[in-house]
């Protein structure tokens, strides 16, 4: 949760950014019926709050040459944590990882990664995540067709 509460204003100027992160602040202040300087005011409070976190481009990944996109689940050993930090660190390190995440159920992380092609992904399974120490099992699914993909957090529960 924010640390501070957000109003109508801050949800709508949230909902209208998460659309497109590229409006200027005068196009902004016109979507939530503000004036330009109450609006990078608020915009700059969103930022340093953290509530905004980083603006970024999302890329095409097949545009780019990365047609194959896996999610693969990671179970490390058991035995004590003396492998975590090795793990994370090399998580950090492949760029094929866009995301991981530590699970509950049956595996510790999932991982979510693109690849060129089929060799590519094999490379990366064979020379980096099976050489890292602690890694006991690694299982694979690859993405047939994608229905849903967004960055655009559900925000209405926000609504004051």
Request: hydrophobic share 40%; net charge negative.
């Amino acid at each position: 949760m924010p640390t501070a509460p957000l109003d109508k204003t801050d949800i709508k100027m949230l909902a209208a950014l998460q659309a497109n992160g590229r409006l200027t602040n005068v196009e902004l202040a016109e979507k939530v019926a503000l004036s330009p300087s109450p609006c990078l005011r608020r915009l700059k409070q969103l930022e340093d709050s953290g509530v905004i976190r980083q603006y970024v481009a999302l890329l095409d990944p097949a545009k780019i040459g990365l047609g194959l996109q896996a999610f693969v689940r990671v179970t490390l050993e058991k035995r004590g944590n003396a492998h975590l930090q090795g793990f994370m660190d090399a998580v950090q390190r492949w760029p094929e990882v866009v995301n991981c995440y530590a699970m509950t159920g049956e595996m510790d992380y999932l991982l979510q990664v693109y690849f060129e092609d089929l060799e590519h992904f094999s490379r990366f399974v064979m020379d980096d995540l099976l050489q890292q120490p602690g890694v006991e099992d690694v299982k694979s699914s690859f993405v047939l067709k994608e229905f849903k993909q967004t960055t655009s957090l559900p925000i209405s529960h926000l609504n004051p």
